[in-house]
């Protein structure tokens, strides 16, 4: 189970490693906290975009379509609003009914149901600054976390179904200063025009710490399929743009792969790990646990 703020966040973060887990027959479930009703049209080919929330939330559910079928994983909304990037000195106030204003366990109540009647092994989700100091990045985290804690906890979330207990809970991390560092010198070493150096240096000058990397994913092979994904949310992606400026035989020799951080485990793993299911493919194989009614992994 992958959850994420908004629709095309599961493309930018974590996605060759949901469609490449896919591929192999892992269920992999996509959680959409938000329908993206507030984020902007950031593709300058698009063209003038809905004027209305309910419009916006229409586009994003039809850009999720496409790319969940690029993935080739399921996909789920909790249904809340998305917050907005407030910007401004001092910061403006959330929208009322707002993710990132829910109280917590009105938040996560959702996502205990879903995780319940889901029943992954693994999930992933943001490390606790959110990843980017957006509002329902940080309040993702926050439901994901709870989530893992306290699904597999008969006495919280009363009429929520059954309890059960994810194994595993990993942090995204696809936008780390050593990747965009390495991608960098990479293309500077070839006279190519790098996409990170702005980038690089805003995270330095902010003295942005790295968290630690855990586990390494190898996905170069699924990075068409990523890019189909994102090029499925069409008022937030320009093909032109960000994302592909760097070429896919550069990327797939120097940095073929996805890096997250274990943050909890509740299986035996060693580190580091190449594989998200590491520990848990035993336990599932044999019936033990949380796993018993189960005869595949899922994520």
């Given at each position: 189970?992958?959850?994420?703020?908004?629709?095309?966040?599961?493309?930018?973060?974590?996605?060759?490693?949901?469609?490449?887990?896919?591929?192999?027959?892992?269920?992999?479930?996509?959680?959409?906290?938000?329908?993206?009703?507030?984020?902007?049209?950031?593709?300058?080919?698009?063209?003038?975009?809905?004027?209305?929330?309910?419009?916006?939330?229409?586009?994003?559910?039809?850009?999720?379509?496409?790319?969940?079928?690029?993935?080739?994983?399921?996909?789920?909304?909790?249904?809340?609003?998305?917050?907005?990037?407030?910007?401004?000195?001092?910061?403006?106030?959330?929208?009322?009914?707002?993710?990132?204003?829910?109280?917590?366990?009105?938040?996560?109540?959702?996502?205990?149901?879903?995780?319940?009647?889901?029943?992954?092994?693994?999930?992933?989700?943001?490390?606790?600054?959110?990843?980017?100091?957006?509002?329902?990045?940080?309040?993702?985290?926050?439901?994901?976390?709870?989530?893992?804690?306290?699904?597999?906890?008969?006495?919280?979330?009363?009429?929520?179904?059954?309890p059960w207990?994810?194994?595993?809970?990993?942090?995204?991390?696809?936008?780390?200063?050593?990747?965009?560092?390495?991608?960098?010198?990479?293309?500077?070493?070839?006279?190519?025009?790098?996409?990170?150096?702005?980038?690089?240096?805003?995270?330095?000058?902010?003295?942005?710490?790295?968290?630690?990397?855990?586990?390494?994913?190898?996905?170069?092979?699924?990075?068409?399929?990523?890019?189909?994904?994102?090029?499925?949310?069409?008022?937030?992606?320009?093909?032109?743009?960000?994302?592909f400026q760097?070429?896919?035989?550069?990327?797939?020799?120097?940095?073929?792969?996805?890096?997250?951080?274990?943050?909890?485990?509740?299986?035996?793993?060693?580190?580091?790990?190449?594989?998200?299911?590491?520990?848990?493919?035993?336990?599932?194989?044999?019936?033990?646990?949380?796993?018993?009614?189960?005869?595949?992994?899922?994520?």
């Open positions: 189970m992958a959850v994420h703020a908004h629709p095309d966040d599961e493309s930018s973060k974590g996605a060759a490693t949901t469609a490449r887990y896919a591929a192999e027959g892992v269920d992999v479930l996509v959680v959409s906290c938000t329908g993206g009703e507030r984020g902007d049209v950031l593709n300058p080919s698009f063209g003038p975009g809905p004027t209305t929330l309910e419009g916006m939330r229409e586009l994003r559910r039809s850009e999720m379509a496409r790319a969940r079928e690029a993935l080739g994983v399921r996909q789920q909304w909790l249904g809340f609003v998305d917050s907005g990037l407030p910007e401004g000195d001092p910061l403006p106030p959330l929208p009322e009914g707002s993710f990132g204003l829910q109280p917590l366990d009105v938040a996560a109540r959702p996502l205990v149901e879903l995780v319940r009647e889901f029943r992954p092994h693994v999930m992933t989700t943001y490390d606790p600054s959110g990843g980017y100091p957006h509002p329902d990045h940080i309040m993702c985290h926050k439901v994901a976390f709870e989530a893992f804690r306290k699904a597999g906890d008969p006495s919280c979330y009363p009429g929520a179904g059954a207990e994810v194994f595993k809970l990993y942090y995204n991390h696809d936008f780390s200063l050593a990747r965009m560092r390495t991608v960098h010198e990479a293309m500077e070493g070839l006279g190519l025009v790098s996409p990170f150096g702005d980038w690089i240096e805003s995270r330095a000058a902010r003295e942005i710490p790295e968290r630690p990397v855990t586990t390494r994913i190898q996905v170069s092979a699924y990075f068409p399929q990523r890019d189909a994904a994102l090029v499925a949310h069409a008022s937030q992606i320009d093909p032109e743009g960000f994302f760097v070429p896919r035989d550069l990327e797939a020799d120097v940095w073929p792969w996805e890096e997250y951080e274990l943050a909890e485990s509740r299986v035996p793993t060693t580190l580091p790990e190449d594989d998200l299911f590491a520990g848990v493919r035993d336990l599932v194989g044999t019936g033990e646990g949380a796993t018993a009614t189960t005869t595949g992994e899922r994520a």
